[in-house]
């Protein structure tokens, strides 16, 4: 969990040293000498009253287990999860805007969040036939990944006092975002191995995605090889 409060005025860097004061006597800050004609510089310190505020929350887990059958054949699987999400907030209020301007409030509210997880069970097998080891595998995966964000701006306010609640907003507008991805994949594998001197091997594969087009999101794919060794 992060908390974050923060203001930016960068380009007070360059600034001269001997420029008006910040604030002016009644405390607001000093547009004045800023607005004069032929002024050359333009108020660069509205950033002091315009704060950017943001929480972010992180959780991820997971866990593996595996058990062994029989001799030679194991089981095991993975379960991940992860849970990432944030909330912003920037206000840009009256007192932060050039009084010349006629100023009004504005609050933007932000949201994003992603959930994921994953699920990748296994069983093997591994033992002698005769003179050759023989090895089978099948594995699976299966992911899921959803994330939706949403901003709610308001603008429009004639006090900043208002600024805390986006219902008293004159004016409102909101955006918002959803994607989800999901991906499942099988494999298995056999191969034999005789005295370490011949090999061959057989694979198969199945996966699907929803990034894919409808009629297009599975597909197959095999192959075997066979090798001799000196």
Do not use: C
Request: net charge neutral; glycine share 12%.
């Amino acid at each position: 969990y992060t908390n974050t409060n923060q203001i930016q005025i960068p380009q007070t860097i360059t600034l001269a040293p001997n420029l008006p004061t910040i604030f002016d006597e009644k405390g607001n800050l000093n547009y004045g000498p800023f607005n004069y004609p032929g002024s050359e510089v333009a108020f660069p310190f509205a950033g002091l009253l315009q704060p950017a505020k943001a929480r972010a929350y992180s959780l991820s887990s997971g866990i593996i287990m595996g058990y062994n059958i029989v001799k030679g054949l194991d089981a095991n699987i993975a379960i991940g999860y992860t849970n990432l999400s944030a909330q912003n907030k920037l206000t840009m209020p009256i007192a932060s805007q050039n009084p010349l301007d006629f100023p009004l409030g504005l609050v933007i509210f932000g949201y994003n969040g992603n959930v994921s997880y994953n699920v990748n069970p296994s069983l093997t097998y591994s033992g002698y036939i005769g003179k050759g080891n023989l090895g089978i595998s099948i594995v699976g995966t299966l992911n899921n990944t959803a994330a939706e964000g949403h901003s709610i701006s308001g603008s429009g306010y004639a006090g900043d006092e208002l600024l805390k609640s986006i219902t008293y907003a004159p004016d409102q507008s909101v955006t918002e975002n959803y994607l989800q991805n999901k991906y499942i994949d099988i494999n298995g594998s056999i191969n034999y191995s005789w005295e370490s001197k011949y090999v061959i091997e057989f694979n198969g594969n199945r996966s699907g995605s929803s990034t894919f087009v409808p009629g297009r999101r599975f597909g197959k794919f095999r192959s075997a090889g066979a090798n001799r060794f000196p």
